[in-house]
């Protein structure tokens, strides 16, 4: 079992010192602090950099089939406005009984 400080750590993530320090003491990544000095467990950080895979992992499984949605429907839809087609105020018009020009 391998015990880095914080420097080593921080290079071992690929991180900056000061954003190692404040994740671990916000107890996000995997670390103690035992007396002035932050102390890490490799196996602890690559067990931390492991959690951060994405959980969807087809790529990397060789299945890579694509699902497309259809977003089609059948449903008819009535065209409103434009030349020569009733507008808005028409169908009001018509709804309410008022007399058109």
């Known amino acids: 079992m391998k015990t880095l ?11 900056h010192p000061v954003t190692v ?3 671990a003491r ?3 990544i995997p670390g103690a602090k035992p007396g002035k000095c932050w102390i890490f467990i490799e196996n602890d950080l690559a067990a931390y950099l492991r959690s951060l895979y994405p959980s969807n ?4 499984q060789g299945e890579h089939a694509e699902v497309k949605t259809c977003r089609s429907t059948n449903a008819k839809t009535r065209r409103v406005g ?5 507008t808005k105020a028409d169908d009001y018009s018509k709804a309410l009984g008022l007399p058109t020009a």
């Open 26 to 28: 916000a107890g996000i």
């Open 57 to 60: 992992r087809q790529a990397l």
């Open 5 to 15: 400080n914080l420097q080593q750590a921080a290079r071992f993530l690929n991180l």
């Open 82 to 86: 434009g030349r020569g087609l009733p």
């Open 21 to 23: 320090q404040d994740r």
